[in-house]
């Protein structure tokens, strides 16, 4: 099994930045992909960012690139998620993903492991 744990959400000014983090730990995910989704209150849960294995390859929403960054650290079996020029529609809980193989896939259904998820507010 897998264990994912965000860190890194919290408050902030429209205009401004956040770093989320995500500790996955209970096995090696050098090989997989991993990912960040987020969920607004009454909305479907969508995605954001992916990342292959190596960190070679990144995905973004179309409408987040540019503003967000997404990179890992295999050693340190972590994914980091730079949120620059934040926006109030940015508001939700972001969860960090992992579990499938290709860094493509968008559709949330396809991958099996979660996080709490960390909750990103961004005021006008």
């Known amino acids: 099994q897998v264990q994912l744990v965000e860190s890194g959400g919290g408050l902030v000014q429209a205009g401004g930045s956040l770093r989320l983090s995500c500790a996955a730990s209970?096995?090696?995910?050098?090989?997989?992909?991993m990912g960040w989704f987020r969920q607004a209150p009454g909305e479907e849960r969508e995605f954001v960012a992916a990342v292959s294995r190596s960190g070679g390859l990144t995905f973004y929403a179309d409408s987040l690139k540019g503003r967000f960054t997404i990179s890992r650290d295999n050693a340190k079996n972590t994914v980091f998620l730079q949120m620059n020029s934040l926006k109030v529609e940015d508001t939700a809980v972001y969860y960090c993903?992992?579990?499938?193989?290709?860094?493509?896939?968008?559709?949330?259904?396809?991958?099996?492991?979660w996080g709490q998820g960390t909750q990103v507010t961004v005021s006008s």
């Open positions: 209970g096995r090696t995910l050098s090989w997989n992909a």
């Open positions: 993903a992992a579990g499938v193989n290709s860094a493509a896939a968008t559709n949330s259904n396809e991958w099996a492991y």
